[in-house]
């Protein structure tokens, strides 16, 4: 067990509502597995989907493809059996891999690496 004095603890907590609100500002219904996979684009820009999903643990797919839509500048719905186009996030871009087309890669977006920023300020790292 750590022996941690209330104050810092006070403070490390605020440092870590303080990030979840980062989250929150941009979509308040943000999910956890969301703040997580862009945290790894973030780390480790420029993976192909399948790359990610190992780093991530999640199985290539529909998980995976549902939250980096949402991650996304936009993404499709479908409403009533309607296929429409909504606003995503805006924090990554996906983009087909130079060297071959079959595979697509993920990166952060500029408002993505000015989030990441804030988060990196807001933590004193």
Not at 45 to 72: C, H
Not at 103 to 119: A, H, M, S
């Amino acid at each position: 067990m750590i022996a941690v004095t209330r104050g810092v603890e006070n403070k490390t907590a605020r440092k870590f509502i303080s990030f979840i609100d980062e989250f929150r500002k941009l979509n308040t219904e943000m999910q956890a597995g969301q703040i997580a996979l862009f945290l790894h684009i973030v780390a480790t820009p420029d993976l192909t989907i399948k790359e990610l999903a190992q780093r991530a643990g999640l199985l290539e797919g529909g998980t995976i493809t549902r939250n980096l839509d949402a991650l996304s500048e936009s993404r499709k719905v479908n409403n009533k059996g309607k296929v429409e186009m909504v606003p995503g996030h805006g924090l990554i871009t996906l983009y087909e891999d130079p060297l071959d087309r079959r595979f697509k890669r993920v990166k952060p977006t500029n408002k993505g690496l000015r989030v990441y920023n804030t988060l990196v300020q807001l933590l004193g790292a």
